[in-house]
């Protein structure tokens, strides 16, 4: 299969939410240092958005369908929600209108926790040499 890039930089909560679903899955990918309104980022991304994504001819924008399409397209287990009514939820939770209001919403606490979660595996598996 293609590589599958992540293209986005590293400060971006919306990049890391994209790369804690390739991890949690067991996806391997290449992670590309991009700015947002850079060529490469606005040759994906209308409005020169991070996080964008490549995977051989095909390119993506928006986290949450770059997670959708990783989470179809690979091998792992399924990591977005199937059911109609968690769909909805979750769309609003994540939506950016929510998330702009208020900085300690459950979603926003989420993301800083799984983070924080793969942080401190990395940095486990680093010292353990794993
Ligand atoms: N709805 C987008 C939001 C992405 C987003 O706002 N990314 C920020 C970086 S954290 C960005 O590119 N900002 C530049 C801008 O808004 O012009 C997504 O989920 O991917």
Redesign the pocket.
């Given at each position: 299969m293609a590589d599958l890039q992540i293209i986005?930089?590293s400060?971006?909560?919306?990049?890391w939410?994209t790369r804690i679903l390739c991890t949690e899955k067991g996806v391997p990918y290449q992670h590309v240092q991009a700015l947002?309104?850079t060529p490469e980022?606005d040759a994906i991304?209308p409005?020169?958005?991070?996080?964008v994504m490549r995977h051989g001819d095909v390119t993506l924008?928006?986290?949450?369908a770059?997670c959708r399409y990783i989470d179809s397209v690979f091998d792992g287990p399924s990591l977005m929600p199937s059911e109609p009514v968690i769909i909805a939820a979750s769309s609003e939770r994540?939506s950016?209108k929510r998330l702009s209001v208020t900085m300690t919403s459950n979603c926003f606490g989420l993301r800083i926790s799984c983070i924080a979660q793969l942080s401190a595996r990395m940095c486990s598996s680093l010292t353990s040499g794993a």
């Open positions: 986005g930089g400060p971006s909560n919306f990049v939410v947002p309104h980022v991304h409005f020169g958005k991070i996080p924008c928006e986290s949450r770059i994540t950016p």
